[in-house]
């Protein structure tokens, strides 16, 4: 009887087509990541080729047949084939993120506005309210009385202006109360429809807990007495007159917060921020493009990315960093700042000071005597150091592989500089007990001058 050829490759091919189509079952509908799996555990696809090729040359060799583990060439096909399938998937996701990250409007035709109104909804004077937009603009202040107002504008993009009436009739906000809480957000033919934007003004009461989420569109709060939480994928946010703590995470866009009364948050990324007034203190934890500006914050300033870790007790002034460089005027309070690659000025600042930076310059200027020690170290840069000349301070200063030059002489200061072109000064100055300053670099001077 004539023995049946096995054929090669199906045992393969199945649990290749299998695998690939749980994947592609994964990735629809639980969100499962193809790219960062493909990266992962692409040599498991090599693996089990090769068990299978052992598999089925043990099983060729046992019916007379070792042929049958030959790598065909629609194996080679099928694999390269579904690889680019799964390429193809991977590209579109990922092009779809960037857009969404880098907030491309991708909206195509005309233009077209229609009012929409919600109906009002009584609610607690101290109600617990999210908001939840999906594409459009949002507005939330405090009104006179204990209910939520809403009215809005649905913005459709569409080569008919009778496709986007039609759209418009079936798009509307509802408010939908949950459990204890409230919900407000767009509702019909708006959800998840990247043609229709949905502005929102709301109007709640003055004693409510609000918290706003946005997945692109600007959002602004105000007159709250209340925490105000916001999270916001894309799109500028503005918060002023608020009397409770704010706490903001978001992803892209400018963030404008000014007179609070309370503690401010912010996380995330994202491009220019200015915080201005604030009774509380400012927490910045994230990575933000643009330049960072703080004035007037009681409670002083945290802030913390890859590159700068700042602690300030006291802003009574003004901070600013950006482009490389980073700006302190009048601290009121202790000044921690482990940076690098940035320039750094610093002004007038009244408690404990301790920096550390690498390839940035240092420049520190007293307008009065410090009273509290200083602490600088650089690298590979040069430190400035300006004080009054009736300063009175205890000093240990090093400078490897440059020069220390001090326009503060006095018998009680000693310095040495080594034949390898180091530099070294100390003593005491001043008529009575100062501060202690110590100052070191390296591949960089350290200039020491008196304050005009």
Not at 48 to 70: F, H, I, M, N, Q
Request: contains cysteine.
């Amino acid at each position: 009887m004539a023995r049946l050829r096995p054929r090669s490759g199906s045992t393969f091919s199945g649990l290749l087509l299998v695998t690939i189509g749980v994947l592609l079952l994964l990735h629809n509908y639980q969100g499962v990541d193809l790219g960062r799996v493909l990266v992962h555990w692409w040599p498991l696809f090599l693996i089990v080729w090769g068990l299978v090729k052992l598999y089925e040359r043990a099983a060729g060799s046992r019916s007379g047949d070792p042929g049958t583990a030959r790598v065909s060439a629609g194996e080679v096909f099928l694999v390269l084939g579904l690889l680019a399938l799964v390429g193809i998937v991977v590209g579109v996701e990922r092009t779809k993120d960037l857009i969404d990250k880098k907030g491309i409007n991708v909206d195509i035709g005309d233009a077209h506005s229609f009012d929409l109104d919600a109906a009002s909804k009584a609610v607690p004077s101290n109600a617990r309210i999210t908001v939840r937009g999906t594409h459009g603009d949002i507005t939330v202040r405090t009104g006179d009385s204990s209910e939520i107002r809403v009215s809005g504008t649905a913005k459709i993009h569409s080569w008919s202006e009778s496709d986007a009436e039609k759209l418009a009739k079936k798009t509307s906000i509802e408010i939908v109360q949950n459990g204890d809480g409230y919900e407000i957000r767009p509702a019909g033919a708006a959800e998840n429809n990247s043609k229709i934007a949905v502005d929102m003004d709301i109007s709640v009461p003055l004693k409510a807990t609000v918290s706003v989420r946005n997945e692109r569109g600007d959002i602004s709060v105000s007159d709250m007495s209340t925490p105000v939480t916001i999270n916001s994928k894309n799109g500028d946010i503005e918060v002023r007159d608020t009397g409770g703590d704010v706490s903001i995470d978001a992803s892209r866009g400018d963030i404008t917060v000014s007179d609070t009364k309370g503690d401010v948050k912010i996380s995330g990324s994202g491009g220019e921020i200015a915080i201005s007034s604030a009774t509380g203190g400012l927490t910045l934890n994230g990575e933000f493009v643009g330049p960072i500006r703080a004035d007037k914050v009681a409670k002083g300033v945290r802030f913390l990315s890859r590159r700068s870790d700042l602690t300030l007790t006291q802003l009574a002034g003004h901070m600013e960093t950006g482009s490389g460089n980073l700006t302190i005027t009048d601290a009121s309070g202790n000044l921690t700042l482990r940076t690098n690659r940035n320039d750094i000025s610093i002004e007038n600042v009244t408690g404990k000071l301790r920096l550390e930076n690498r390839d940035g310059n240092i420049s520190v200027r007293f307008s009065t005597p410090p009273k509290e020690d200083i602490e600088i170290t650089n690298t590979s840069a040069p430190i400035s150091l300006s004080l009054p000349s009736n300063s009175s301070f205890e000093i240990l200063a090093d400078c490897h592989s440059s020069d220390i030059d001090s326009e503060f002489e006095a018998s009680t200061l000693t310095k040495t500089t080594a034949s390898s072109g180091d530099s070294h000064l100390e003593g005491k100055y001043g008529p009575s007990r100062g501060p202690k300053i110590t100052l070191k670099t390296s591949y960089g001077s350290i200039a020491i001058t008196k304050t005009s």
